[in-house]
């Protein structure tokens, strides 16, 4: 019996032993596909970073010569030509609104000219009151430069004030 127990003790281990190296065998191969799975994307990354290295050192390259191939500093005709370019390109829409306000100004004359000569017209057509005479003038004048009120110089001669101030106003006295 002794035999039989360890034969089949020998089984029993042999058995655990062969499911120990399955579970390894398993457990090496999930990780290995875990680790090619890692290095896959890493790859890709790798590969992706590599693909925008060769596009900026291409456009390094060329950067580089049309710096290379552009003249490094403007010649003082370039530089006077590229000054007129702005400075133009700044007061033309100034000389624009110049010329516009310019317009405007000429309307507001026109129309300026226009209601002076329609005052004026008017201004003739008003007639001096027929109470003031030169004679009446004369009186006024004298009578305020003898220091008589407006209002009495009007009671007086039987004319209005407003027609008395008129006559001062003409004649620059008053």
Known sequence: MNLENFQFNIEYIIVIMAGVIL???YYVYSKDSDYSRNIRSVASVVEDLNREIFYLKRELKETESAIKKAPSRMSDDEIYQEIERSVYDMVQPLSLAL???QNNIES???EIESRIAQLESGVKQISIPSSIHGNDD????SLFQQGVSID???KELHISKP???FVLKINKIK
């Open 23 to 25: 579970y390894l065998l």
């Open 99 to 101: 010329k516009q306000i």
């Open 108 to 110: 507001i004359e026109v």
């Open 138 to 141: 004369e009186k006024i004048i």
């Open 152 to 154: 009495t110089i009007a």
């Open 163 to 165: 027609e008395v101030e």
